[in-house]
């Protein structure tokens, strides 16, 4: 029986997975692409983005699967992986192949084992794993910190035992790619760009390909048709976690949401969010803004000191005016995140 393909989309936060999915949905070429977002948090920010990407459709259905306009689907997964893989391979006649782009915050290796399933592995294949980085953050020493002294570093020593989570992280992303999409290389110069991708060839397999990338505009011709059956060659991509049955330092990792009222001032709120990055460890800041006296709703997206704004549609008449935001990130409480926010309002308006 044919095998749907599916491609693992995964890479850090903010680093453009979901700018890259919203170009191949409208840009699909005839291909009946699913795209299953794994969400995390409590409100669906990313799902929603792809859901207003210009060629859904308005009907949903009890599967929380959306038919979109070209033919293509879109889902969330917000409880089981299992139970909603298998409402999408109920359609495998009507599929050509499947995107899942994980939470910025998943190792994508125990994704990748879940098609050794029973359920799953008569129908579908992992065709491949696209890793996006974000070649501006790396060029700026962020996320996986300095790269020239984590190079030395490494070179000293190469069986470190404390390396921070986001770093394990990074490298098992790294690690269990078939293709590294550079993204936002266009803000950072040739010296910069040579620098990342220098030391990028280091930590990558021998083999896996990096190619640049802006706004997501890459054609599915180079991201689809990897056959690589990822699932039955696992022991080639090694992971920090490989040898540990529990993860006990990604169980403190959390999402807040708040739900907060139409904002006068989208920049002063940009400038709060900023604030408030700096007070907790704080890994990814996203949502949607009611901003007063706009027909428009904003997306805004942020990671460190670095906060994207759009207005990505009309707000619906059925649907309540308010902001809404995740904050994703360690230890994170709720109470505190609200009350240091009031408090970097009064500040802004005294």
């Known amino acids: 029986m044919h095998k749907i393909p599916v491609t693992i989309i995964t890479g850090f936060l903010g680093a453009g997975k979901t700018t890259l999915i919203r170009h191949l949905l409208q840009n699909n070429q005839g291909?009946?692409?699913?795209?299953?977002?794994?969400?995390?948090g409590e409100v669906?920010?990313?799902?929603?983005?792809?859901?207003?990407?210009?060629?859904c459709d308005e009907e949903e259905t009890e599967t929380n699967i959306i038919?979109?306009?070209?033919?293509?689907?879109?889902?969330?997964?917000?409880?089981?992986?299992?139970?909603?893989?298998?409402?999408?391979?109920?359609?495998?006649?009507?599929?050509?192949?499947?995107?899942?782009?994980?939470?910025?915050?998943?190792?994508?290796?125990?994704?990748?084992?879940a098609f050794r399933w029973p359920e799953i592995r008569t129908k579908a294949t992992v065709d491949g794993v696209i890793t996006v980085v974000d070649s501006e953050a790396l060029a700026n020493g962020q996320l996986v910190g300095d790269l020239e002294a984590l190079e030395k570093q490494r070179q000293?020593?190469?069986?470190?035992?404390?390396?921070?989570?986001?770093?394990?992280?990074?490298?098992?992303?790294?690690?269990?790619?078939?293709?590294?999409?550079?993204t936002k290389g266009d803000r950072i110069d040739e010296e910069s760009q040579q620098r990342v991708h220098q030391w990028l060839k280091q930590e990558?397999?021998?083999?896996v390909q990096m190619v640049s990338c802006q706004q997501g505009k890459i054609s599915a011709d180079i991201l689809l048709g990897f056959n690589a059956a990822v699932e039955d060659h696992l022991?080639?991509?090694?992971?920090?976690?490989?040898?540990?049955?529990?993860?006990?330092?990604?169980?403190?990792?959390?999402?807040?949401?708040?739900?907060?009222?139409?904002?006068?001032?989208?920049?002063?709120?940009?400038?709060?969010?900023?604030?408030?990055?700096?007070?907790?460890?704080?890994?990814?800041?996203?949502?949607?803004v009611a901003v007063a006296n706009k027909p428009m709703r904003m997306v805004v997206q942020g990671v460190g000191n670095?906060?994207?704004?759009?207005?990505?549609?009309?707000?619906?008449?059925?649907?309540?005016?308010?902001?809404?935001?995740?904050?994703?990130?360690?230890?994170?409480?709720?109470?505190?995140?609200?009350?240091s926010?009031?408090?970097?309002?009064m500040a802004l308006n005294g």
Request: overall charge negative.
């Open 67 to 113: 038919e979109l306009a070209n033919g293509c689907l879109c889902c969330t997964v917000q409880e089981e992986f299992l139970p909603t893989m298998q409402e999408l391979l109920k359609r495998q006649d009507t599929i050509d192949s499947i995107l899942i782009e994980t939470s910025g915050l998943a190792l994508p290796k125990p994704l990748v084992q």
């Open 31 to 40: 291909r009946r692409i699913a795209v299953l977002v794994n969400e995390f």
């Open 156 to 182: 000293a020593d190469e069986t470190l035992e404390h390396e921070t989570p986001i770093e394990e992280l990074f490298e098992d992303q790294l690690a269990c790619a078939d293709l590294v999409l550079l």
């Open 204 to 207: 990558l397999t021998p083999g």
């Open 235 to 288: 022991d080639s991509r090694p992971s920090h976690h490989d040898q540990e049955e529990e993860h006990e330092h990604d169980d403190d990792i959390n999402a807040v949401h708040l739900v907060l009222d139409p904002v006068g001032d989208s920049a002063s709120l940009v400038n709060q969010l900023k604030a408030i990055a700096q007070q907790f460890e704080i890994y990814r800041i996203k949502g949607f």
């Open 44 to 55: 669906g920010i990313d799902g929603e983005i792809l859901k207003s990407c210009q060629v």
């Open 306 to 339: 670095r906060f994207e704004t759009f207005f990505d549609r009309p707000w619906k008449t059925d649907e309540p005016r308010q902001t809404q935001l995740v904050f994703i990130g360690r230890s994170l409480n709720q109470q505190q995140i609200a009350a």
């Open 341 to 345: 926010l009031e408090s970097e309002t």
